[in-house]
């Protein structure tokens, strides 16, 4: 079955970096468009960036020129690369599967705080 694993959150400071790392089995991963996703305390659940096999990728307006979505097929996993961190980045960030909609990891929890 398809799992995702999360990991590489932790607290930073306002104009900090962070890179998560999500991996992956149980998808033809190298086809698959994988994207990660956001939730905020009383929000709902957002895309952030998204990459295709062919490494085609979008962003959210609130993250583009900041954030970098990355892919190592050979690993399957997929990266995301934050700069310039701020506080409204703080959320529980997620990756999915688009193939796998209903699938979602644990999460990783990144706060961005002084």
């Known amino acids: 079955q398809v799992q995702l694993v999360e990991s590489g959150g932790g607290l930073v400071r306002p104009g900090g970096s962070l890179k998560l790392s999500c991996a992956t089995s149980?998808?033809?991963?190298?086809?698959?468009?994988m994207a990660w996703y956001r939730q905020a305390p009383g929000k709902v659940r957002e895309l952030v960036a998204s990459?295709?096999?062919?490494?085609?990728?979008t962003y959210a307006d609130a993250v583009k020129g900041r954030f970098t979505i990355s892919r190592d097929n050979p690993r399957e996993t997929i990266f995301l690369q934050m700069s310039d961190l701020k506080p409204e980045d703080t959320a529980v960030y997620y990756c999915?599967?688009?193939?796998?909609?209903?699938?979602w990891g644990q999460g990783t929890q990144v706060t961005v705080s002084s």
């Open positions: 990459i295709t096999g062919r490494l085609a990728t």
């Open positions: 149980g998808t033809r991963f190298v086809l698959e468009k």
């Open positions: 999915r599967a688009e193939s796998y909609v209903q699938i």
